[in-house]
Nanobody
Framework: VQLQASGGGLVQAGGSLRLSCAAS????????MGWFRQAPGKEREIVAA????????YYADDVKGRFTISRDNARDTVHLHMDSLKPEDAAVYYC??????????????????WGRGTLVTVSS
């Protein structure tokens, strides 16, 4: 299984980025997908998650209204569109896959597979 995250980079505060995660080696449509982030010295935290069908989504409180998670099961890809970025959004962003559950998980321990991460830097 491989999860390849991309799209990170340097952006000014208030700007936007779109992260993508391409999955291979698994039946993508049977996995809930999550985006997590980890800043230096902090624990890995959930940013957003989406159910296998795309019908359910979850957002951390501090990204609600600014970030949007979506998926394309035909292309085995999940995206995270990030608007109105703040310096505190800076972190390494990881995508992760969690086998078919009733609702998408919000804890890193619930996820089965992880990508390597993509770095998001937000300048003030």
């Amino acid at each position: 299984v491989q999860l390849q995250a991309s799209g990170g980079g340097l952006v000014q505060a208030g700007g936007s980025l779109r992260l993508s995660c391409a999955a291979s080696g698994l039946m993508f449509s049977r996995y809930d997908m999550g985006w997590f982030r980890q800043a230096p010295g902090k624990e890995r935290e959930i940013v957003a998650a989406i159910s296998w069908s795309g019908g359910r989504t979850y957002y951390a409180d501090d990204v609600k209204g600014r970030f949007t998670i979506s998926r394309d099961n035909a292309r085995d890809t999940v995206h995270l569109h990030m608007d109105s970025l703040k310096p505190e959004d800076a972190a390494v962003y990881y995508c992760a896959a969690d086998y078919l559950k009733a609702v998408p998980g919000t804890s890193p321990a619930e996820y089965d597979y992880w990508g390597r991460g993509t770095l998001v830097t937000v300048s003030s």
